[in-house]
């Protein structure tokens, strides 16, 4: 099986104006949608992201304060998944609670570099 990165992006613009137990039945959604993928053998690791950070640009590996995405457009975390397609992969990420929330899952394969164990 080859490894995909699910990158997830706003969907937590509202957590100011929801309540305990709304966000409490979201993270219930999280954690099934995270049994069923373990059950499956799909899911590694999954990590979620604090805000800001810092950005390197160019050859001089400029310093900047940021990144200063709007919310919507802010990556939250990641999902590390093994699936056996570029589509079994987006099927997985379907059911990715994020998007009940308005939020986007964006898949992307990982590259295998040198030779695999």
């Known amino acids: 099986m080859a490894e ?3 990158i997830l992006s706003g969907g937590d613009e509202d957590l ?7 966000i409490e039945a979201h993270m219930g959604q999280y954690m099934a949608w995270v049994k069923a993928l373990t059950d499956a053998g799909h899911y590694k690791d999954a990590r979620p992201l604090e805000h800001g950070g810092r950005t390197l640009t160019g050859r001089d590996g400029e310093v900047l304060d940021g990144p200063f995405a ?4 802010a990556i939250s975390g990641f999902f590390l998944l093994e699936a056996e397609s570029l589509e079994q ?8 609670p994020n998007l009940t929330v308005d939020g986007s ?6 590259r295998v570099l040198g030779p695999q164990a």
Do not use: H, N
């Open 105 to 110: 899952v964006v898949v992307r394969p990982i």
């Open 89 to 96: 992969a987006t099927e997985l990420a379907r059911g990715c």
């Open 4 to 6: 995909y990165l699910l």
């Open 70 to 73: 709007e919310t919507k457009e």
């Open 16 to 22: 100011d104006t929801v309540s305990p137990d709304e």
